[in-house]
DNA sequence: CGAACCCTTGACAGAAATCAACTAAGGTGG
DNA sequence: CCACCTTAGTTGATTTCTGTCAAGGGTTCG
């Protein structure tokens, strides 16, 4: 474990206010690691051995059955994720992978159980981190079933914009295709629907969004606070797309 | 409030092992209501005031957005719903109404915040209960996302059968339009799917379910622990479709 | 330089939503 | 008690959407 690395887990909501011991205790266990991109980190099923924290790089949660895949969420810096799973002392939901090198800081699950039973500081923040990973998911399934594909990507791509400051143009975070997977849709679907999105007010160059009509793109995805965020908590927990990203420019140029 | 819905309240994982005085803390707040079918008990947006409670009947609750409208879930006696919100002290996600005469205990939100920050074992049940919120709606999300309509159907038909008991043959809880929802198709698609699944094990007579070669069906289905549970907690907490409901026979015949 | 891999595009087949009409069952009020 | 009305459910015809299969261009990385 580097330096570093202890304030800034110790400035996550989730450890933000707990009693020193208890965050003693729990590092005490920790061990940190850099993975290589691509490779996988937990597999769904398996048991929740440790709670992982995302230092550096990103993570991608998704799930398996019957030969088929999709994205759940991606897991960026600095955040943390299957937190439930480790509580319940049940199998993971979702398999786990590097999208890039990251570096991961691992806690047991034991000690995790062990320091929210005697820390009420803990226990509290651990109920705000679920209360809003539950409310993410919850926004994530009416996003899936209230909307069309098209109304889908076009939310996402207003929501990028308004993550990085209502800008008109910004590099799109993650591939293609696992944009389209976590939209619910393939990516050739998801090819074809940006090509007609061109009609509505966004124009997609490679990598390169560029919103050219924001009130025509708002009407078609008809922004909702309630699917959309925020509820501006504060950890991001495995939850949606990326958030931050201020400038835009995570990958690409 | 009732002589005998104290120790019902007292017996749901969620308050069962809190203190005593922390319990008469909360139920001090608490009211009870009964209600007529198909009233409005909260709508999606509004401030959380209450913890709501389940005592008799049951609760849908929806999302709204832009003129279109599904079923998120079902909660029936004892389970309660709307944690999250109450805990985040934020607007509700979903909407909730009564799908018959029902009977609700209330809690005030504050109420609940307040107990849960002094006493640690409400806290710990608290995090329990959510973690086990968050798992179910990742469910819901994967089969939506993983499994076609057929499959959810399958799927439900069999989970259906196995919660009451692997009997071959039961009535469904709930009516079809509503049911048709919670999968994420309209009725029509239902009512057509259900008839082409006739082929494959199972057949409908009205709202009786009758599973003719489970073999069959359990091959098209593919059940998966990771997507149709269990996690066999305790409480259902506006969770998924119907639990227990041991004879299948709920409402109908 | 070659091998993957991502992305795109085209053609097609299958699935699902929509619109409309019809039946049946339940509840209401005369 | 019956006529009526409302609503759930079904079925059909049609259109739209989506997934699948296949091929080709471009990029990255070893």
Redesign the interface.
Known sequence: MRAHELPEIRRLPLFRDMRHASFETLMQGAYAQTFPAGLELIR??DPADFLHIVMEGAVELY????D???T?AVVQPVGSFI???C??D??Y??SARTLERSRLVLLPSSDVRAV??TD?EF??S???E??????A??????G????TSRERIASYLLRQSRLAGEVASYILPVEKRLLASYL?MTPENLSRALKTLEADGVKIDGTRVIITDRARLTALA?P????DGP?P?GSTAGVSLPPANVAGLRRGA
């Open positions: 769904q099923g799930s398996l059955w019957s088929r895949e999709c759940m937190l439930a799973a509580i319940r049940a199998p939901l979702m929210f039973r009420p226990a509290v651990v109920i705000g679920l209360a809003g990973c539950y409310r998911v919850v926004r994530h399934a009416k899936l079933k209230l909307r619910g008809r909702d606070q309630l699917i509820d908590d």
